[in-house]
């Protein structure tokens, strides 16, 4: 698989592309923001390395533009999988980063291991296409929530609302039967369609990114050491109908930004 390193430290880029290159990546070094969008121009090289990259690891720290401008036009020109890497690690820089196209995020300092565990869950959902979605053939509408599953287009009282893939997907998950609880593990298992403990923080952020763009922060409810499940506006039923939560699941406030729920998968 062809990878795209944006780094501006030759030191750090020359020591993890030669981790990536022992782990079967062809790996190719950008070292500023202009470099890494001229890497998806069209050009004379040869039929190899026209190959499409298959992830993107993005440092945010890049001398001549910031980090969070070249996922933007990166998700304007591909769909390649895009994995932030950065010292940023508070909420908001992560929503903000998926916000505008990421796939991942991983702060530093970072485990190699779990690095390369990220890159193959983007690379692997890639592969092997999206979340299951609802039975519905056309659209679930939940309130003023409307998800069109063939589209996957997502809409709040007609407005549009612009989702990552993954956001997309999560939501369509937990859309396939409001009010039941899905446990973390499910939603990661079939989202992330991995095991891997350390994606429960992603899980977190996706969840604030989706509360904070639908404006519906009451939309989706944790269950503390469980899960979340989706409160349809309204008493709305899902295409299967509505199941029945726990009565002693008990969720925590939704309009604030996600910690750790106890029992959770555990951050590395």
Known sequence: MRLLLVEDDNHVAAALSAVLTR??????????????????????RTPQEQEPFGVVLLDLGLPDQDGYEVCGKIRKRTSTPVIMVTARADVRSRIHGLNLGADDYVTKPY??????????????????????APAADTAVCLGPVRIELPTRRVSVDGTAVQLTRKEFDLLALLAQRPGVVFRREQIISEVW???????????????????????????IETVRGVGYRLVAPGGAAAPDGPGTPGGTDRPDAPSAPESPDAGAPRNT
Request: charged share 25%.
């Open 193 to 219: 369609r991995t095991s891997w403990e350390g994606t429960g923080r992603t899980l977190e952020v996706h969840v604030a990114s989706l509360r904070s763009k639908l404006r519906m922060p009451a939309l």
């Open 23 to 44: 782990h079967g990546f062809q790996v190719v070094h950008a070292r500023n923001g202009e470099e890494a969008l001229q890497a998806f121009l069209p050009d004379d």
């Open 111 to 132: 485990d190699t291991g779990e690095l390369l565990a990220r890159i193959h869950a983007v690379s692997r959902r890639t592969t092997t296409g999206e979340a299951p």
